[in-house]
């Protein structure tokens, strides 16, 4: 059966420490080294990736692209109006003759059915790209993020502030893996899906749900924020308005722990869900964040691919 990487809470804890073990070692072995150097060992020489995008990306697309060149493989990127996909045929046949062609498939999709339909019927891997539901890939580089600043993930509070959208899920899904605490504060009508939050306490996450931000950033060591309007919302004056009680502010940062990081999956709107003083200020570590996508994802690859 081939290793799927589809959701944090789906694969062993002893599996993702080893994939953010590797994701370290991985950069560092790339200092001094040119962008598109190969790797020491480039394990997939001869080996294809599929990069199939339902919505527009830069992180995703440039880092899964980047990191098959610097593994030795290589990769091929496709949108689904240039598939047939977007005319029509199911994901189940796409599954199967994509199977045929290519050693692994990373999926951005609309939907995560489609993502769970296409990993049923593939032979090989098949990795999330991002979901409505999830975004498991962003949580690792997330995570490699906060070690490298020196962090035990068991020993930190983290708090999420805003939309309890995909990426608040993988941080949910990641907890009981990882040990850390999470907070999340949310406006009304903005949470996590009970059920997910249910299932990660159950698993043993320790997770808190907090309505007033300042509360929930009290002495909190990291302050995660998102978009407040994600591809594909519709009603985007109504979020706006109902979501800004929950912009992360100088504020909030105040409130939490003296050497408190700010994390943003990107990209932002600042002004909007987090102000322009504190994503650019000296508590931010986005583009760190951005970077580690790159490095992350190289490990899933090798995960997936099983070397």
């Not at 990191?67 to 996909?85: E, H, N, P």
């Not at 890939?137 to 509070?157: F, K, N, P, V, Y």
């Not at 998102?226 to 100088?250: C, I, P, W």
Request: charge should be negative.
């Amino acid at each position: 059966m081939p290793k799927h990487f589809l959701s944090l809470a789906d694969i062993d804890a002893s599996d993702l420490r080893a994939i953010l073990d590797e994701a370290h070692r991985i950069k560092k072995a790339r200092i001094g080294k040119a962008k598109g150097h190969l790797d020491v060992d480039a394990p997939f020489s001869g080996e294809t990736l599929a990069l199939i995008f339902e919505k527009s990306s830069t992180r995703t697309r440039f880092s899964f692209d980047m990191a098959m060149q610097q593994l030795g493989g290589r990769s091929i990127t496709a949108t689904s109006s240039d598939m047939q996909i977007g005319r029509g045929e199911t994901i189940e046949d796409t599954a199967k003759v994509l199977s045929r062609f290519v050693d692994g498939i990373m999926l951005r999709a609309n939907s995560h059915q489609t993502l769970t339909a296409l990993a049923q019927n593939s032979d090989v891997p098949v990795i999330n790209g991002l979901t409505d539901y999830n975004h498991p890939c962003q949580i690792m580089a997330d995570l490699q993020t906060l070690e490298e600043r020196g962090g035990e993930l068991s020993d930190m509070t983290l708090t999420w502030v805003g939309d309890g959208n995909n990426v608040a899920v993988s941080f949910v899904n990641a907890a009981a893996k990882f040990g850390y605490k999470l907070r999340i504060s949310t406006p009304d009508g903005y949470g996590v899906n009970a059920q997910t939050i249910s299932a990660a306490q159950n698993a043993g996450a320790k997770i808190d749900l907090i309505a007033d931000p300042i509360k929930a950033c009290d002495n909190t060591d990291v302050v995660i924020a998102d978009t407040f309007v994600s591809m594909g919302d519709e009603d985007a004056e109504k979020r706006l308005t109902e979501l800004m009680s929950h912009q992360v502010t100088e504020a909030l940062m105040n409130a939490a722990a003296k050497d408190a990081i700010f994390l943003h999956c990107l990209p932002a709107h600042r002004g909007e869900e987090v102000t322009a003083a504190v994503i650019d200020g000296p508590q931010s570590a986005v583009f760190d964040e951005a970077e580690n996508r790159l490095h992350a994802q190289k490990a899933i690859i090798r995960w997936c691919l099983g070397t």
